[in-house]
């Protein structure tokens, strides 16, 4: 039986493989690309921190996975909670030094892997898949 390939298998294709290789590299810092998307958040947020039920909206995670990253990252010391001092009840993050310093190893290994992405693309290539890749991710908004 023949395999039907889309547009949405191919994307989830992509995807799939490149959070595999990103879980992958980021196993030897006991990170996943999850824990680290939430510390790129923070990293440029306004004063580097943010509400957590900003941080569940800007992730599209339920409040329980939001609270289990946030978690496991306090845990490690990436970031910090505190409460609002307008309002005890929002709890806030803020990122750490330490986890500042981990987003640097993070960057580098992110741009490893999109340089492997595109290795086989001329400079026109990328530029053209950059500009069709944004249109339709402009779709969905």
Same mark, same amino acid.
């Given at each position: 039986?023949?395999?039907?390939?889309?547009?949405?298998?191919?994307?989830?294709?992509?995807?799939?493989?490149?959070?595999?290789?990103?879980?992958?590299?980021?196993?030897?810092?006991?990170?996943?690309?999850?824990?680290?998307?939430?510390?790129?958040?923070?990293?440029?947020?306004?004063?580097?921190?943010?509400?957590?039920?900003?941080?569940?909206?800007?992730? @599209?995670? /339920?409040? $329980?996975? *939001? =609270?289990?990253?946030?978690?496991?990252? &306090?845990?490690?010391?990436?970031?910090?909670? !505190?409460?609002?001092?307008?309002?005890?009840?929002?709890?806030?993050?803020?990122?750490?030094?330490?986890?500042?310093?981990?987003?640097?190893?993070?960057?580098? @290994?992110? /741009?490893? $892997?999109? *340089? =492997?992405?595109?290795?086989?693309?001329? &400079?026109?290539?990328?530029?053209?898949?950059? !500009?069709?890749?944004?249109?339709?991710?402009?779709?969905?908004?």
């Amino acid at each position: 039986m023949e395999e039907r390939v889309t547009y949405g298998r191919l994307f989830k294709q992509i995807h799939d493989g490149l959070e595999k290789q990103a879980n992958h590299s980021l196993r030897s810092q006991d990170l996943t690309m999850a824990q680290v998307s939430a510390l790129l958040e923070l990293r440029f947020s306004p004063e580097k921190q943010m509400p957590l039920k900003e941080l569940e909206r800007r992730l @599209h995670v /339920a409040q $329980s996975t *939001a =609270a289990g990253i946030v978690t496991r990252l &306090e845990q490690k010391g990436f970031v910090e909670g !505190f409460g609002d001092p307008r309002d005890r009840r929002i709890k806030m993050l803020r990122i750490t030094p330490a986890g500042e310093s981990c987003c640097q190893v993070a960057d580098r @290994h992110m /741009a490893e $892997s999109e *340089a =492997a992405l595109l290795s086989g693309l001329t &400079e026109a290539e990328r530029s053209a898949l950059f !500009f069709l890749l944004k249109r339709v991710a402009d779709n969905l908004k």
